[in-house]
């Protein structure tokens, strides 16, 4: 295991491991300023926690990579944030609209209510998406970096092209129209 802040050693881990690649990316690392390199562990959440987890509990919710952490494979971590932070606003908008439209006053058990209301809302539509990019994210990963002549040869063959269209597919997601009434 490296020691985290033993910057020479962490360059020279990375340099072995990019061994093959072009000079010019190799340049990047070996021109960067030790201090700037740090390492960290790759985290992920098993999908299955998700199944029973709360991802909303009274009026509090996780989004981004407290909800789904997920391995970097499909450079989906990021993106997924975004859509959370999409369906999560329009959840909301849609339960502080639903008072507007009432016109009345109510008391802070109804708002606190609606407020609960949307963000269950929004954590039964993120649940099924986090548990498939996170699954998908580790099986490619798993797949792309196992070793062994058979495995390689699989990989290679017949898997590359499935790889690539997976990818391509899971970045594909309508998060749906933020209303601005
Ligand atoms: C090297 C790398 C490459 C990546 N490439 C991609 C990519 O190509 N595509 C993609 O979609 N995703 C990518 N990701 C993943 C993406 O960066 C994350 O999934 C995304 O940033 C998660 O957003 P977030 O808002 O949930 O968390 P973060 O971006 O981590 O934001 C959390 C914020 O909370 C702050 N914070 C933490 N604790 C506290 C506290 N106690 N009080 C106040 N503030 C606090 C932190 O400082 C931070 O600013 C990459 C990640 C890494 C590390």
């Known amino acids: 295991m490296l020691d985290k802040k033993n910057h020479q050693k962490i360059k020279q881990f990375v340099l072995t491991k990019i061994k093959d690649l072009p000079d010019n990316i190799k340049s990047i690392l070996e021109t960067t300023d030790l201090d700037s390199l740090v390492m960290n562990p790759l985290m992920y959440r098993p999908p299955w926690e998700l199944l029973w987890a709360n991802i909303a509990k009274d009026n509090v919710c996780v989004a981004g990579d407290a909800?789904?952490?997920m391995t970097p494979d499909i450079g989906q971590g990021g993106c997924s944030a975004m859509e959370d932070g999409v369906i999560l606003a329009r959840c909301l908008g849609e339960a502080m609209k639903a008072k507007n439209m009432k016109g009345e006053t109510e008391d802070e058990n109804e708002s606190y209510r609606r407020i609960e209301d949307g963000l269950k809302k929004y954590a039964g539509s993120r649940k099924w998406r986090s548990i498939d990019l996170i699954t998908t994210s580790?099986?490619?990963?798993?797949?792309?970096q196992s070793r062994g002549k058979w495995m390689t040869l699989f990989r290679?063959?017949?898997m590359s092209s499935f790889l690539s269209w997976l990818r391509v597919k899971k970045s594909h997601f309508n998060c749906g129209r933020l209303s601005h009434e």
């Not at 580790?138 to 792309?144: A, E, H, R």
Request: charged content about 15%; proline content about 8%.
């Open 138 to 144: 580790y099986t490619v990963g798993f797949i792309q």
């Open 156 to 158: 290679d063959k017949f």
């Open 67 to 69: 909800l789904h952490p």
